[in-house]
């Protein structure tokens, strides 16, 4: 597959910009000659992942749970693409409230924003963990839903909103449903860190990881460049292919938790081992994604494979620690 590119000019507005997923959108819109506008809190995201002085781009700092600030940011746009959340199952738990507001409230008040601004077209953030616990593999966006956590819950809230703002209002909104998406920027320091960055940081400082369960729960594993491609074939495609839509984004592999750190142990070289512990609140047992719509209707394959992305990520987290250390 070639990389899709969004064409020279385009203004386009990432909420979430300074984010992992996002600031990762960022850079490719940038690359290929977009205008760029970010509206980030900078509660989860970095300045450090912005190309802060860039020609055409620029960031506003506030929040999706403000209306006005939704706004200011898509004045101007032809493209959104929604990436601001509280992506955390786990803090959806503690914080069912909060994750509410932003992940829902917060879509509904992008949503109005883009509408009023006449955006052309906004491509959503969605989640795998709508699709709950359910014991069918792999997961097709024709199945029910059955979110098991709030944050399931407000993300598909959220995918709701876009659907019916496509079908009331005429206005363009595509939703992706990620499945475990990792990479270079994903922070593994935060409490509420994916697995991915947490078992390399573990590796490379030779520390013991904690895997929550059995370690026999399986994910579809997704490398940051791949979730990029499909938001730009998400913007770029026919309405007639794309608008009201829903779509996975995958690999279409199951992987374990324990094979996973098996591989991240094997690439850094480290004989640190694993500790189990209690499975974890929400958390789903299995999840594999069913690629057969996205690849008909948007052209989509996965071009970087689990193995390859989990090279890249440790080269990334490894010249992270040589600058920190420096």
């Known amino acids: 597959m070639n990389r899709p590119v969004i064409q020279p000019g385009t203004p386009c507005l990432v909420t979430g910009g300074a984010g992992f997923i996002g ?15 970010v509206l980030d809190d900078l509660s989860t995201g970095r300045l450090e992942n912005l190309p802060l002085g860039a020609d055409r781009f ?45 992940d829902a409230t917060g879509t509904l008040n992008v949503l109005c924003a883009a509408k009023e601004a006449g955006v052309v077209r906004l491509v959503y953030a969605g ?37 019916v703002f496509s079908e ?28 991915i960055p947490i078992f390399m940081a573990a590796a490379m ?50 992987t374990s938790i324990n094979t996973l750190w098996t591989e991240i142990r094997d690439i850094v070289g480290t004989g640190a081992e694993a500790v189990y512990g209690p499975a974890r609140a929400g958390d789903v047992r299995d999840s594999l994604a069913d690629m057969t719509h996205i690849r008909r209707e948007l052209g989509y394959q996965p071009a970087v494979a689990l193995s390859d992305g989990l090279r890249r990520t440790c080269a990334w987290f490894g010249q992270r620690q040589q600058s920190v250390s420096t």
């Not at 600031?23 to 506008?37: F, P, T, W």
């Not at 359910?134 to 598909?156: C, D, I, R, V």
């Not at 009331?168 to 697995?195: C, H, K, M």
């Not at 490398?223 to 829903?246: E, F, K, M, W």
């Open 205 to 254: 400082a030779g520390e013991e990881v904690r895997i929550n369960g059995d370690g026999e729960q399986t994910r579809d594993f997704t490398y940051v460049d791949n979730a990029v491609d499909a938001n730009v074939l998400a913007a770029t495609a026919p309405a007639s292919a794309a608008s009201g839509r829903v779509f996975n984004v995958g690999c279409g592999e199951r």
């Open 168 to 195: 009331v209002y005429d206005f363009e909104t595509v939703v992706l449903r990620y499945f475990n998406i990792y990479g270079p920027r994903q922070d593994p320091t935060s409490q509420y860190s994916a697995v």
């Open 23 to 37: 600031s990762n959108i960022v850079d490719r819109l940038l690359e290929g000659g977009a205008y760029v506008r």
């Open 127 to 163: 989640s795998s963990s709508a699709y709950g616990d359910t014991p069918e593999l792999p997961k097709h966006e024709g199945m029910a839903t059955n979110p098991k956590s709030p944050y399931a819950a407000a993300k598909l809230a959220g995918e709701m909103y876009c659907r």
């Open 58 to 102: 620029e960031l506003l700092e506030g929040s999706i749970t403000e209306s006005s600030t939704c706004e200011r940011a898509c004045a101007g746009m032809d493209l959104v693409f929604h990436q601001a959340a509280l992506p955390s199952v786990e803090r959806s738990v503690l914080e069912p409230a909060a994750t509410h507001a932003v």
